[in-house]
Each structure stands twice: as C-alpha cells, then as structure tokens.
C-alpha cells in the first residue's frame, strides 16, 4: 500500500489565513466632498486600507460628524466651487499628499429651454473648473504615482428628455481627465463614470420616487440589486493603488447602460 503524504505550499500550517498587507499604509487621502455618500464610503475604505484621511464639505456639523466617525487625520467646511478657498485648504495641507478624490458637485437635470445661458455654463464647467482649481493647487504636494480621481457619470451614454444637460456635461469628463494627465503626469487622473448610486443625494434629486427607482433597477439591471456607495469606494481605492492607470475613465452602473 502507498502511503501518500499532504503537502502545504507556502509552508502554513492548515487553516492559516494568509495576512495581507493594508494598500494605502502609510498614505494620505484627501476627500473633497468626503461628509456623505461616495466620498465618505472611500475615505472609509481608504481607512481600512491603513490611509490618513483628510476631508472637506460645505456642511460644517456633517462633516464633523464624518471626521469623528472615520478618525480623520483632519477636516475643513469649505465650498469647493470657490476658487480662493481651495486655494487656501491646500495652502495649509501639509505634504505629501498621495491621492485626491474630487466628489463635489452634482447633475443638473432638466429641459434645456428653460435653462438661461448662466445655468447651461455651471452645468458644463463645474465639474472642470473644481478639478482644475483642485490640481492646480494640489499637483505640487502629490507624489509622483499619486492618483487626482475624478468624478462623473455615464449619462453621455444615453440622451434623453429626463438627462438635459447633465449627458453634455458628463461627455466633457473622459477627453478633460485624459488630457489633464499628460498635463499632471507623473501624477496620474482617473475618472469613475457611476450610474445611479443609491446615495444622499439621489434620495435627494428623486424625493417620493426613491423607491420605485430602487425597484426598478433590482429588476432590470444585470446584476440583480442596487449599485451603493461601497461599490464606487472599492474601485476607487483599486484605482488608487494601481499605478499603471492614468488617463482612463471606468464606468460602474451594474450594467445600466445595457439595458432599457
């Protein structure tokens, strides 16, 4: 009779669980637009991740109240659409910083004949003109392999009446964050191009319709449920830790796009 023996590769005893190293250890994040939703779930993945968070908002007792939650290293109430103050948070942010992610700001839904010349401008410059003022002020703290994230949608997939300008505005993102990469390069820009994500803000802009857009997407979309704040949080810190992505945008709908 052969006596056949166990071998262990790796050398554990049976049962071990392989450790991993945290992925952000020793880094610092900084969250503009980190009080709720999107950007508190990654500075809260980011945490987990053994990374000092930083974070801002424009609501003073909500954000102190995220800061207390996660053990920010620090926080500032701040509107990010003004340049001076963004200039001043990163006056005062010591270096190095090795991530930003930039959530702040919001589509802006509705017909486009009643929107006056001073509101199709916002809705198609926001998001640039706070990412332009937050890299122009942040560039020269990050380290090289550091990652400028960005925030999108895929709107410009689909037009519709529902849409407006948000599709045009979302449509400015990917060839903006490509070509704003070379500029920043070895500093990398990224875009996360989201669907509906079930967050504040949605709860916000659909009121009563909450739930019947939750339901509808759990019956429709491909993978069976609701796209939430810690979905978005994963890629982001993936996005973060892979210093091979520049200049791309990625989109997580859950298949939204896809389907009618």
Same mark, same amino acid.
Do not use: C
């Given at each position: ?31 503009? &637009? ?15 991740? &053994? ?10 007792? =909500? ?79 990050? =380290? ?19 849409? &407006? ?22 500093? =990398? ?17 659909? &009121? ?9 997407? =759990? ?42």
């Amino acid at each position: 009779m052969t006596d056949y023996g166990v071998i262990v590769l790796g050398g554990g005893a049976p049962g071990d669980t392989p450790q991993r190293e945290p992925e952000l250890a020793g880094q610092t994040v900084v969250v503009i &637009g980190g009080s709720a939703g999107i950007g508190f779930e990654t500075a809260r993945r980011a945490r987990t991740e &053994g990374a000092q968070v930083i974070l801002t908002g424009r609501n003073p007792d =909500r954000l102190e109240g995220a800061a207390l939650e996660l053990g920010a290293k620090r926080s500032l109430a701040f509107d990010a659409n003004d340049p001076a103050a963004v200039e001043r948070f990163f006056q005062e942010v010591p270096a190095p910083i090795d991530h930003v992610l930039v959530t702040a700001g919001g589509p802006r839904y509705g017909p486009l004949l009643d929107m006056s010349k001073d509101d199709v401008q916002r809705a198609l410059s926001e998001h640039v003109a706070v990412a332009l003022d937050v890299a122009r002020n942040a560039v020269g703290k990050m =380290r090289p392999g550091g990652t400028l994230l960005l925030m999108g949608g895929t709107g410009a997939r689909r037009i519709s009446r529902a849409l &407006g300008m948000a599709s045009a505005a979302t449509a400015v993102l990917p060839p903006f964050t490509a070509a704003l990469a070379l500029e920043l390069a070895p500093v =990398r820009v990224n875009l996360i191009a989201a669907g509906f994500v079930d967050t504040p803000l949605s709860a916000s802009l659909l &009121g009563d319709g909450l739930e019947a857009r939750r339901e509808e997407l =759990r019956t429709t979309l491909p993978i069976g449920r609701v796209v939430g704040p810690a979905d978005v949080a994963a890629l982001a810190v993936h996005i973060m830790t892979n210093e091979a992505l520049t200049g791309a945008t990625y989109d997580i709908d859950g298949g939204q796009q896809f389907v009618a």
